[in-house]
């Protein structure tokens, strides 16, 4: 497939070396992703709504955006959602890098925000999930928006994904635009068109080579892995230990798993221990 380099849109296949491939995929083998549960006691369920896990395991790199907790979503919600997480390994720091280096280049000024630099990663897996012994595909992501500031980059691994842009309210009319997403590939959007007025969803990926990516995850076979770059401003980045003492308590179950296989989150949850009570309580609003 062909490149496609429009303004405020980037499309590029093979974007990644075979080497460097190989590289992310070892460091995945290393990775303990979580299954997340949507509400919390801080959050529980909407009236009617029952506790229900994310389609798919995630992991954070960055920071990490806990669902029980709420998504980054300024203006109305900024703090106290994106928690301070491990840095990037040093192959995606390169990767980072030179995409930031293309968006500089490429991109026109009004799309990218002074601060703007690439510091959270969501690495989502798709596939399909065994649910009472059976496998159920959960390859797909619904219509929305990322709403995180400034450019958001995309790689993708593994079977391709059918990716769509799609007017607002107008699910069932024809796309905007669908790109396939390949392995290896790149695509980075912004602006008010490609980010703010679209909608964007994955409908659906390939299975034609029955891959089943690392790192292992018990119940679920991944065939395809993206990692989605966003920028959130530094000072809204949050320790876990300044969380306010309510959200601590709704994902320290999860960062004390994190910290099992993380030195990142085994200081987090040290620091959090070793913090006079005083000291527990967070930044203000």
């Avoid at 040093?90 to 890098?97: E, G, Q």
């Avoid at 029955?210 to 989605?228: A, C, H, K």
Wanted: charged letters at 30%; hydrophobic letters at 40%; glycine letters at 4%.
């Amino acid at each position: 497939m062909s490149a496609v380099r429009e303004s405020c849109y980037v499309y590029e296949p093979a974007f990644l070396s075979e080497a460097t491939t190989r590289e992310i995929g070892d460091w995945l083998a290393t990775l303990r992703p979580l299954w997340e549960q949507r509400y919390s006691t801080r959050r529980p369920p909407p009236p009617g709504k029952q506790q229900k896990s994310l389609l798919r395991p995630v992991y954070w790199l960055g920071n990490w955006q806990f669902a029980c907790l709420g998504y980054y979503e300024p203006p109305r919600r900024t703090l106290h959602v994106a928690v301070a997480a491990e840095p990037f390994p040093p192959v995606l720091a390169r990767v980072v890098a030179e995409i930031e280096k293309q968006v500089r280049a490429g991109f026109p000024p009004a799309a990218v925000p002074r601060r703007w630099h690439l510091n959270t990663c969501l690495v989502n897996f798709y596939g399909e999930r065994e649910e009472g012994g059976r496998m159920i595909d959960v390859a797909r992501v619904g219509e929305h928006r990322d709403f995180e500031p400034g450019p958001v980059a995309s790689l993708s691994l593994g079977e391709r994904a059918r990716f769509q842009f799609v007017r607002r309210g107008q699910r069932e009319a024809p796309p905007v635009r669908t790109q396939w997403l390949e392995d290896r590939s790149l695509q980075i959007f912004a602006g008010s068109r490609w980010k703010d007025d679209l909608l964007h969803r994955v409908q659906r990926v390939d299975d034609k080579l029955r891959l089943d990516l690392p790192p292992r995850i018990e119940g679920f076979r991944t065939r395809r892995v993206n990692f989605t770059f966003r920028y959130v401003p530094d000072e809204h980045v949050v320790p876990f230990a300044e969380l306010p003492a309510a959200a601590r308590d709704d994902v320290r179950e999860y960062v004390a798993t994190l910290a099992q296989s993380s030195e990142f989150f085994a200081a987090a949850l040290a620091a959090e221990r070793a913090a006079p009570p005083a000291e527990k309580i967070t930044r203000a609003p």
